[in-house]
Structure formats: structure tokens, C-alpha cells
């Protein structure tokens, strides 16, 4: 008899429908509210994306899986409510509240929250707590929709499971030793990663839309050109970054799609019709990565509309260009996608990025700075320790990559301004990676006209927290003094003052979190939360609660 070996996890979710990813150990018929697929198969492995239709809007749905006609969850043992879908409105007026966050080691969930000697113990899970709390709540309390930052899973910084997974199949005597080798590995790293039970019980009830970041892949993941060409002259990195992306195709993409996107999307199409689908994924794989080498990529970018809220994921690691001397974020298709999207916003708009767009400054002028030096600005000498600061000290978010930066705010102040039609109450950028939390506010002159409020809110880490010598540094990063040392390196390359400037309103703090963004009408509330270190009872405390709009 078939049975789940991850999910269910309920994926979007609209008015009328809802789509709700499995795993499953064997092929078969997967059922979720009366509605029926098939699995199909990727390199033995057997999936499923059920597209639950007719659903009735502003309704709440209690729902069970049958795999060929069996029901196989809720477990008959299970402690959890019933898992459900909450369908939006017509009207699309109510309130919306999103909960968000990157960064999330696995780990044990007892202290010291390790487990191997040695190892520091890396804190509470903030997502944990948040599933913790949920169980207390009544479910109108809970977030409409949950957003997952990047770095879901550490492709080389091993969960313990996995970890011993590796040691009795392959070793880790050769390289890439104790990190992630190929598609295989990769599905035990999600497999141990989603598979808690409270974790499982949160995915199956709150919608999810996720992202990837470069742990998710490598870390330093398309830093730059000359990264790239390192890793592809080492022999293991090919079956690395396909089975990343076949995987994140897999576990995370796939359900970022609305059933419109899912019926003119050719692999999803072609995957059903095959046998075995690996070699139609990893040629996939292999196409996108061969992006940033200039070619004819893939769009990771999507998007989600919630009544009055619009949310634009930006992909800002797998798409970008490094090699056509135009170093960008994403090729000029995906942004002319990105900046279609923005022309009939409604009250909020929301552009999340893996990266945070606006870093504390004194970061945005090392980062700005870096990138003009790696480019030449203080000779050829340069240009070589310039790349090895850029690889060493992770220099490479939206700062690092200056025209695209600018042409992202230059897109801010059309849409807040009222350039492409009514300018929205509120455009926040939402970030992680970083692995500390902060509120930053942009302002823009008064002759430019933007009446949006602009803020970037950042969340980052769920669990994974920095040590303190990297923490006395980002705190340097806020001070007056450290935007002064920002500005004077970024003015020694020839780089121009932002014609935006922002600040940091609140942090930067490190602790392991969850945030919130709650919008009603033309408000909205930021709320961000922390856990306590060393508290076995997973207590969250309000750090942030700020009014933006």
C-alpha cells in the first residue's frame, strides 16, 4: 500500500481553489477534496500537485489525502487538528496577514539544540514556536499565507540525518565531502527537513510560497563569473547544481504556481507523460544554470495576488548574468515580466527577494564599492583582491550589482509616485540571508512624488543564528560611523551617491524570528518576534511592532 513520505503541504490558494504537493513512496492516485492526479516519477522518486477547483470563496475546509482511494493523513494517531484550506473572499477586502522568514538550519528541537559534539547549539526553531502558538489559537488567528526567504535547507551545512545518510553511502573522505553531492542526497536533505511532525502539521495548513537562496544550492551560489568558472573545472559540481535545481524544481517551485501558470507550464505538462522524468528535469537544470553564462535561462520570479495585496517574489540568486559584461540580477525578459507586474497594483505591494535590496549603508557602500574595484576602478591589481573580498565577505546582494539596484528603485518610485496608475498605501521590500532582523525606511525627494511608504523588512534567521564578532560588525554597519566609512570607499571607486537614501529604523537584531505584515485597507503593521534563548517552552517576544502605511 503507497504511503506519504512528505506532505501534505498546501501550496496556493485562492478564491475558488487550492493546490496541495505530496511525496509519496510509490507510484499511484492521490486525492485531496474529491480532486484526483496521478504521481509522477523523477529519478525513482514519486510526486504529486493536486489542483483542488470549485472550492467556495471566504470558506474554511477541513481536508484528508487518499492515495488510491486510501486515506493516509491525518494519521489515525495524529495530535494535531485536521489540516485545512482557507479560501480568500470575492470581495478581497478582508484582512490579510503573512507570516515570513529565511534561514533555517535543522536541527533537534530539545537543548542544547545540537548534535554532534562540538557543534554550537543553533537556538530554538522560530517556525517551531510559531506552529507552537497556532495550536493555542482559534484559526482566525492565524497567518493567511506563510513566505519562506531561501535557505530551506543547507546543502553544505548538513542536517544530522542526512549527515549520517552520506557516511554510509558514499563517505565523506572525497569531496564534496560533508555537503550535498546529487539529486538523491538532495531528497533526503528536504525529506529531514520538512518531516517534524508539528513542521509538517504548519506546511499542511498555512499556504506557502518559498524561494531559493545559495545555501539552498552552495554558499557563495553565482557570487560572480569567476566563481562560476571555479566551480564548474571541479568534477562533482555538475551533479551538484542539477540536483539542486532539479530539486528545488521539485520541492519548492513547483508549488509557487496558480493553477493558471500550472496549465501553460511545458515540463509540468511533458513530467505527466513520461515514464521517468530525470532527464527532462536535469536538461532543465542545466539550462537554467547556464544563465548566468549568458544564455537563455528560466524565470524563477512569480506572483500572488491576495484581495488587495500583491506579492512579487523576485529571484535574485538563479537568474542572474555574470558573463555578458552586464553584470545583473535577472536577464532583461525577466525583468520586463517583473516590471509588467507592477502596472495595475491595488493597496500593497510587496517585492520579496531572498537578498535585502536596502542593506544598512555602510554595506550597501562596501558592496557598492567592491563592485566598481572588481570592474577596474583602481587599476588592474585590483581587480583581483577585489574578487576575493567579494567571495570572502559574501559582497554580492542587490549593492553589489549597482544598475540593477537602481533600476529597481527608479521601478519603486514610477509605482509610488503614480506613474503606472493609482500608487499603493505601502511598498515594502521583504529580504532575509543576512542572518540578522531590521526595519528600513527609504526617502525619496519631495520633488519626486512618491506618496507610498517604502520600507524594507527584513527576517532572518528563522534558526541559524551569527557569532558574536560578525554581530559587532553589523551593528557598525548602522552607526553614523560606519555610513561615513561606506560612503568615502564608495566615492574612492567612482561610484555616485544614491539618489534614494534610507535608514535603519529598528535594529539590527540576531535572534532566531518569524515576522509578520498585516494589511487591512490602506494600513499595515509590521511584527517582528523572537525566541528566547535556552526557553524549552518556545516562547516568542515581540521585538517590532511598527505602523507602515
Not at 544530522?160 to 557516511?167: D, F, K
Request: charged share 25%; aromatic share 8%.
Amino acid at each position: 500500500m503507497p504511503d506519504l513520505l512528505l506532505g501534505p503541504i498546501l501550496r496556493h490558494v485562492d478564491e475558488t481553489s487550492a493546490t496541495v504537493w505530496v511525496e509519496t513512496d510509490a507510484p499511484c492516485q492521490v486525492q485531496v477534496l474529491g480532486c484526483r492526479t496521478p504521481t509522477f516519477t523523477v529519478a525513482g522518486h514519486h510526486f504529486a500537485l493536486v489542483i483542488c477547483r470549485g472550492l467556495e470563496p471566504g470558506t474554511t475546509t477541513a481536508y484528508d489525502v487518499e492515495l488510491d482511494g486510501l486515506r493516509v493523513w491525518p494519521r489515525q494517531d495524529d495530535p494535531y487538528p485536521a489540516p485545512t484550506v482557507r479560501t480568500r473572499s470575492r470581495d478581497g477586502q478582508e484582512a490579510f496577514r503573512l507570516l515570513f522568514g529565511s534561514c533555517r538550519v535543522t536541527r533537534p528541537h530539545e537543548p542544547p539544540y545540537t548534535s554532534t559534539e562540538g557543534e554550537d547549539g543553533v537556538g530554538v526553531d522560530a517556525l517551531h514556536a510559531y506552529g507552537r502558538r497556532m495550536l493555542t489559537q482559534d484559526e482566525p488567528a492565524w497567518p493567511d499565507a506563510l513566505l519562506l526567504l531561501g535557505d530551506q535547507v543547507y546543502a553544505d551545512e548538513l542536517s544530522p540525518e542526512t549527515l549520517a545518510y552520506i557516511e554510509r553511502t558514499r563517505g565523506t573522505e572525497q569531496p564534496p565531502g560533508a555537503g550535498v553531492a546529487d539529486f538523491q542526497e538532495y531528497t533526503v536533505l528536504y525529506e529531514e527537513a520538512w518531516s517534524d511532525p508539528l513542521i509538517r502539521w504548519v506546511l499542511s495548513t498555512l499556504p506557502t510560497a518559498m524561494v531559493f537562496d545559495d545555501h539552498d544550492v552552495h554558499d557563495d551560489w553565482n557570487t560572480s563569473a569567476l566563481w562560476r568558472r571555479t566551480m564548474q573545472e571541479k568534477d562533482w559540481w555538475a551533479a551538484r547544481i542539477e540536483g539542486g535545481l532539479m530539486s528545488y524544481w521539485l520541492y519548492q517551485h513547483l508549488g509557487n504556481l496558480s493553477p493558471a501558470d500550472l496549465e501553460v507550464d511545458e515540463l509540468w505538462a511533458a513530467l505527466k507523460e513520461v515514464d521517468d522524468g530525470e532527464e527532462l528535469l536535469r536538461a532543465y537544470a542545466r539550462k537554467a544554470d547556464g544563465e548566468a553564462d549568458g544564455g537563455k535561462g528560466v524565470r524563477w520570479s512569480y506572483r500572488r495576488d491576495y484581495g488587495d495585496v500583491r506579492l512579487l517574489v523576485l529571484d535574485s540568486r538563479g537568474g542572474r548574468v555574470l558573463e555578458t559584461g552586464d553584470r545583473s540580477m535577472v536577464d532583461d525578459a525577466e525583468w520586463a515580466w517583473i516590471v509588467e507586474q507592477t502596472r495595475d497594483c491595488a493597496s500593497h505591494l510587496l517585492l520579496a527577494s531572498s537578498l535585502p535590496v536596502l542593506l544598512p549603508p555602510a554595506i550597501h557602500g562596501l558592496e557598492a564599492w567592491n563592485e566598481a574595484v572588481c570592474d577596474g576602478a583602481w587599476g588592474r591589481r585590483w581587480r583581483d583582491w577585489g574578487e576575493k573580498i567579494r567571495q570572502g565577505a559574501d559582497l554580492e546582494h542587490w549593492a553589489a550589482f549597482g544598475q540593477s539596484w537602481a533600476r529597481l528603485m527608479r521601478l519603486v518610485e514610477e509605482v509610488g509616485s503614480g506613474q503606472c496608475g493609482p500608487a499603493p498605501a505601502s511598498i515594502t521590500f521583504l529580504g532575509g540571508d543576512v542572518h540578522f532582523s531590521y526595519l528600513a525606511r527609504a526617502h525619496f525627494g519631495d520633488d519626486r512624488g512618491v506618496t507610498s511608504h517604502v520600507h524594507q523588512a527584513v527576517c532572518s534567521p528563522v534558526r541559524n543564528p551569527v557569532n558574536r564578532s560578525v554581530q559587532l560588525g553589523d551593528r557598525f554597519a548602522r552607526t553614523a560611523a560606519g555610513r561615513a566609512v561606506g560612503r568615502l570607499l564608495a566615492r574612492s571607486a567612482g561610484v555616485p551617491k544614491p539618489e534614494t537614501s534610507w535608514r535603519i529604523e529598528h535594529g539590527p537584531r540576531f535572534a532566531n524570528s518569524v515576522a509578520a505584515l498585516e494589511m487591512e485597507g490602506r494600513s499595515a503593521l509590521l511584527r517582528l518576534e523572537n525566541t528566547v534563548s535556552g526557553d524549552a517552552d518556545e516562547r516568542l517576544v515581540v521585538g517590532l511592532e511598527r505602523q507602515l502605511s
